[in-house]
């Protein structure tokens, strides 16, 4: 856990643990930021981390979250220093604060052009890159899975085995996350192999419209099934997805509708986080944030 006492600086900023009554505040910096999420994702990612925000005056100035999965795996995120206050070294305090504890763990966080040089004073290296599409999808060409292959609807019973998969892909078990976005996901496809599932993809709402992701494919041709499925699902609607550049889809994407408008740096500090051979791959991420 995060501490639970902390000084203010010479400069009044005040670090302490966030709370669920901060989140209304939280949610106007990223407003502020011009960053699309909305209350219901905070509030999901928050119920699966624990955060802090930077006081001042009794205003909240900054945010950061991290999340623990399994006992040595973390990602951070929603690092966030209101306009006003930028460039006095508050997100390097916000940092400083949330790796406490993690010595020894591998640590994943997603960087804007804003953040890559700090977090690479803090110890964290450059692995890839995310390519973040989005914009109103239009119908997609179906992919045909070869043969013994075939796109289904999640089982009510199948959340073990789709933990499994993420946590093979992703290299951190997240089960709770998994298990949560199941309930909430308004569609959730597997990519099932002779009656064993190997993939698997959702459609949720997010931000301005809906997201797809995670995708976890055994392979390019599995994602895009997947991708196109969901994305013919929401045809003529919002819709983001954050891919991992590597996956090769970038061009497809853009065939209907998804244009690329960010890319962040995927960074880790610690031991990889690639998944072992034979693993299923993680082609979209949940959010930025989570990973």
Same mark, same amino acid.
């Given at each position: 856990?995060?501490?639970?006492?902390?000084?203010?600086?010479?400069?009044?900023?005040?670090?302490?643990?966030?709370?669920?009554?901060?989140?209304?505040? #939280?949610? @106007?910096?990223?407003?502020?930021?011009? %960053?699309?999420?909305?209350?219901a994702d905070w509030e999901l990612a928050f119920s699966?981390?624990?955060?802090?925000?930077?006081?001042?005056?009794?205003?909240?100035?900054?945010?950061?979250?991290?999340?623990? %999965?399994?006992?040595?795996?973390?990602?951070?995120?929603?690092?966030?220093?209101?306009? #006003? =206050?930028?460039?006095?070294?508050?997100?390097?305090?916000?940092?400083?604060?949330?790796?406490?504890?993690?010595?020894?763990?591998?640590?994943?966080?997603?960087?804007?052009?804003?953040?890559?040089?700090?977090?690479?004073?803090?110890?964290f290296m450059r692995t890839g890159e995310i390519r973040q599409h989005q914009g109103v999808?239009?119908?997609?060409?179906?992919?045909?899975?070869?043969?013994?292959?075939?796109?289904?609807?999640?089982?009510?019973?199948?959340?073990?085995?789709?933990?499994?998969?993420?946590?093979? @892909?992703?290299?951190?078990?997240?089960?709770?996350?998994?298990?949560?976005?199941?309930?909430?996901?308004?569609? =959730?496809?597997?990519?099932?192999?002779?009656?064993?599932?190997?993939?698997? #993809?959702?459609?949720?709402?997010?931000?301005?419209?809906?997201?797809?992701?995670?995708?976890?494919?055994?392979?390019?041709?599995?994602?895009?099934?997947?991708?196109?499925?969901?994305?013919?699902?929401?045809?003529?609607?919002?819709?983001?997805?954050?891919?991992?550049?590597?996956?090769?889809?970038?061009? %497809?994407?853009?065939?209907?509708?998804?244009?690329?408008?960010?890319?962040?740096?995927?960074?880790?500090?610690?031991?990889?986080?690639?998944?072992?051979?034979?693993?299923?791959?993680?082609?979209?991420?949940?959010?930025?944030?989570?990973?």
């Amino acid at each position: 856990m995060l501490a639970q006492t902390f000084t203010t600086a010479a400069d009044g900023v005040l670090l302490r643990p966030m709370t669920s009554a901060d989140l209304p505040r #939280a949610h @106007a910096l990223t407003t502020e930021m011009r %960053w699309p999420h909305r209350p219901a994702d905070w509030e999901l990612a928050f119920s699966h981390g624990e955060g802090l925000v930077a006081e001042r005056d009794g205003e909240v100035i900054a945010t950061g979250l991290r999340w623990r %999965w399994g006992e040595r795996h973390a990602t951070i995120g929603l690092v966030v220093v209101s306009p #006003a =206050c930028q460039g006095r070294r508050i997100g390097h305090r916000m940092m400083s604060a949330l790796l406490e504890g993690l010595d020894g763990h591998t640590v994943l966080l997603h960087a804007t052009a804003q953040g890559r040089g700090l977090y690479e004073r803090l110890g964290f290296m450059r692995t890839g890159e995310i390519r973040q599409h989005q914009g109103v999808a239009q119908p997609a060409p179906l992919v045909a899975p070869g043969p013994g292959w075939r796109l289904r609807p999640a089982g009510l019973q199948e959340a073990p085995a789709l933990q499994a998969l993420d946590a093979a @892909a992703r290299g951190m078990p997240r089960h709770a996350l998994i298990q949560d976005l199941l309930d909430s996901a308004e569609a =959730c496809v597997v990519l099932d192999h002779e009656g064993e599932p190997k993939g698997f #993809a959702m459609l949720r709402r997010f931000g301005r419209g809906h997201a797809i992701g995670p995708v976890v494919a055994p392979d390019a041709e599995g994602a895009k099934a997947l991708i196109a499925h969901l994305a013919g699902l929401n045809a003529g609607h919002f819709t983001r997805i954050d891919i991992d550049f590597a996956s090769g889809l970038a061009e %497809w994407l853009e065939s209907f509708g998804l244009l690329r408008v960010d890319a962040p740096t995927t960074m880790v500090r610690g031991a990889s986080v690639a998944p072992p051979p034979g693993a299923p791959a993680l082609f979209a991420i949940v959010m930025q944030a989570l990973g």
